[in-house]
């Protein structure tokens, strides 16, 4: 069965969709690429009327891909699928095939054909919507099955950017405080390759140490068929 690609209002710009249909191509598939917008920022902001109008329009959509699997990238919009839309609009046997990129590439390791990256050491740090909903250490045992690699979690509450929190004025220096243990953790391995799923912790990252966060798929990608290297 041929799989959906989920593309976010995060995701629509990151590299990860590149690198994602690049990986699911190397694995001899064709995704279909759905662009849709997952109600995220609606529900953080409390707007559940317009959440919902809007997770419905995605039912509806994905209502013609019968038993095709939903990968998604961003954590955040793909946690929308699996816990706040079945309350909003009902249940659905769509959101059982509703999948994160690093649960469904582990259901289909064995077309993965990795080789070793320039760089031996990531460090990782997962979304929280992806730890509270999903079991701890899919992203690090994915990133793993790059030969030669130690992958090594760091920061294991928020990064202090909570969604759109860290991006208002008055909450800066909070935001800031939050990721310091994340930020202090990170700079002690300064040759290392660092890799966040969620776009927000990738930009909380970058504002707090100047480090670039890959996304794992980017990762994944760059090892696929042939030696990669990071810049």
Known sequence: MTPILYIDEFTRTSPSKDAMISILEKMGMTPIVFNGVSGRTMLSMGMLRWARRVIANNFRRLTKYQDAEIIFLEPSAWSVFRDEAPNLIGPSPIFSRCFLYDDW?????????????DKSTILLHE????????????????????????????????C????????????????MQIGKPLFDAINQYPGAIVSAPGISCQKQILDGTARHAFHP?????LSFGSAGQVH
């Open 217 to 221: 798929v980017e990762l994944i990608n």
């Open 160 to 175: 202090g950017m909570a969604g759109a929190y860290g991006y208002m004025k008055r909450n800066y220096d909070l935001s």
């Open 105 to 117: 590439l582990l259901r289909h390791k064995e077309k993965l054909n990795l080789h070793p990256l």
């Open 127 to 158: 979304h929280c919507h992806q730890m509270a909903l999903n079991p701890i250490g899919l992203s690090q045992r994915l990133l793993s099955l790059i030969p030669g690699t130690t992958v090594i979690r760091v920061g294991d509450s928020c």
